[in-house]
């Protein structure tokens, strides 16, 4: 995970970290959808367990890449109408 620094990001600076890209969702995105996809698909690739029923079997590499996607997807998605964060 990155570092943090006590600032979120600066408009216009938020990075296509993983090359979200599917049907340009990215430049639809405003610069928090954006930094809500990369931190939540990144924070989700590395804890499977968060999700992770305990009697459940882990799910492979590729398969949980792609529950992780959808997930960061969908929880950017729903912020279409947030266009600033205060913390």
């Known amino acids: ?10 408009i216009g600076t938020v990075e296509n970290l ?3 890209d599917t ?6 995105w405003n610069d928090v959808q ?5 931190e939540t698909y ?3 690739c590395d804890n499977q367990n968060v999700l992770l029923h305990p009697k459940a079997k882990t799910a ?3 398969m949980w890449n792609t ?5 960061a997807v969908i929880a950017a998605d729903s912020l279409k109408t ?3 964060v205060r913390v």
């Open 60 to 62: 492979t590499a590729a």
């Open 18 to 20: 993983y090359m979200a």
């Open 67 to 71: 529950t992780a996607w959808n997930a």
């Open 34 to 38: 954006r930094y809500v996809f990369n």
């Open 82 to 84: 947030l266009k600033s």
């Open 42 to 44: 990144e924070y989700l």
């Open 23 to 28: 049907k340009g969702m990215w430049d639809k």
């Open 1 to 10: 995970m990155r570092k943090q620094t006590g600032i979120l990001f600066k």
